[in-house]
């Protein structure tokens, strides 16, 4: 059972920066496609990154590309969202996300939270203008 925790939300003024953590947890297999989404409430949750863990292919929704950047750390397990240029319209609980055994280009097309099996608890970020 793949168990994901993340933690390293909070409250920042508009262009500040947050650095958000995903320890993962669980798993033996190294084809894992992870990701990032967001949700405000009463909306869809959206992806915003995703990493496609043995060649550490990016990628990341329009709406954050040049502001935000995934990582990974193998040897803590660990995948991070590195949030720059934060906007009142990033304001929103975020999410990690997982999904075992997958290859690179379906990790490229996994953009919508059913793609995914395992979830966090999410984290919230605020962003005031």
């Known amino acids: 059972q793949v168990q994901l925790v993340e933690s390293g939300g909070g409250s920042v003024q508009a262009g500040g920066s947050l650095r958000l953590s995903c320890a993962a947890s669980g798993y033996t297999d190294s084809r894992i496609c992870m990701g990032w989404f967001r949700q405000v409430p009463g909306k869809e949750r959206e992806v915003v990154a995703r990493?496609?863990?043995?060649?550490?292919?990016?990628y990341y929704a329009d709406s954050v590309k040049g502001r935000f950047t995934i990582s990974q750390d193998n040897a803590k397990n660990t995948l991070y969202l590195q949030m720059n240029s934060l906007q009142p319209e990033d304001t929103a609980t975020y999410y990690c996300?997982?999904?075992?055994?997958?290859?690179?280009?379906?990790?490229?097309?996994?953009?919508?939270?059913?793609?995914?099996?395992?979830w966090g608890q999410g984290t919230q970020v605020s962003v005031s203008s």
């Open positions: 990493l496609y863990s043995p060649t550490s292919n990016t």
């Open positions: 996300a997982a999904t075992l055994t997958i290859d690179r280009t379906w990790c490229e097309r996994a953009r919508t939270p059913t793609d995914y099996i395992y």
